[in-house]
């Protein structure tokens, strides 16, 4: 019995994202491997096939999931008993595919997309879910983080906000954790001006936001300092080879989209 899922707007991408990932996973030599995305679309009742035309969006999920699942593991070897704050979580299995790396993992959004995620993937300890925006400040009061290193992922959303939003989710990082890394993915201005992903256009998911590096971003947030900016094309490069050639080209890394290592000051 598949069960229906009712999404418009941004929510509406944590589906397509997933359905990215099932088919990577589903692939001969697949780039990634996410099992639990694969058992998630198959009890979706959802209408894929404009998600599965989207090569940008799926080549740009899965270079995506690359490199942060390569970065987030790097980064839970170097500091034991990390606390994750995993913001905008959708329908994310990183919990799962870096299980006993961490200590405790918070997965985050909005009320109506955590309903949908509790239909399909029931959390219990240590991974647990919290139905707030990241611009609500109390979400914080539903973290047990005392004294722990607490890294924050902020993927896939950034680009649908706006630079007040932006701030405001980093000031109350910055307000609640002494010490904190916020790794966070970026679209480049250009890109948010002039592309439009075609698996969304139909719901009101619009690309209102972008920034050019890290230095930018850290004007916005002050509070913080840049210690690491990552290309997706080097995860790109794993899916097609012709990006080991053309990542080269500047162009071609400034517009793709990038993970932004941030770490608070203090």
């Known amino acids: 019995m598949k069960e229906k899922v009712n999404v418009t707007g941004v929510p ?9 990932r099932a088919k990577e996973t589903k692939k001969q030599n ?11 679309v198959e009890k979706l ?25 390569r970065m987030v593991e790097q980064y839970l070897k170097k500091h034991e008993n990390t606390v994750v704050v995993n913001i905008a979580c959708g329908l994310d299995t990183r919990c799962y595919r870096m299980k006993g790396k961490y200590q405790r993992w918070y997965n985050v959004d909005l009320p109506e997309t955590m309903k949908i995620r509790s239909q399909f993937l029931t959390e ?42 932006i701030r405001k989710m980093f000031s109350i ?7 904190v890394t916020v790794m966070v993915e970026t679209m480049s201005p250009f890109v948010v001006k002039h592309m439009k992903e075609k698996s969304i256009e139909g719901s009101n998911a619009k690309f209102t936001w972008g920034v050019k590096n890290g230095t930018e971003l850290q004007r916005i947030v002050p509070g913080f300092s840049v ?31 990038k993970i932004i290592v941030m770490e608070k000051h203090g």
């Open 30 to 40: 697949a780039k990634i491997k996410d099992e639990i995305a694969v058992e998630l």
């Open 12 to 20: 509406e991408t944590m589906v397509q994202t997933l359905y990215a």
């Open 227 to 257: 210690q690491q900016e990552v290309s997706l094309v080097e995860g790109m490069k794993k899916l097609m080879p012709i990006y080991r050639v053309i990542g080269k080209i500047q162009i071609v890394r400034n517009i793709s989209n």
């Open 124 to 165: 219990t300890d240590p991974v647990y879910q919290i139905a707030k925006s990241a611009m609500d400040d109390s979400y914080i009061d539903d973290i047990d983080y005392h004294g722990k290193n607490i890294l924050v992922i902020i993927e896939g959303l950034t680009m649908y906000l706006y630079e007040k939003d």
């Open 45 to 69: 009742d959802y209408d894929f096939s404009i998600a599965d035309k989207d090569n940008a969006m799926n080549y740009g999920v899965i270079a995506r999931t690359i490199v942060l699942d």
């Open 173 to 179: 990082i910055d307000k609640s954790f002494q010490k």
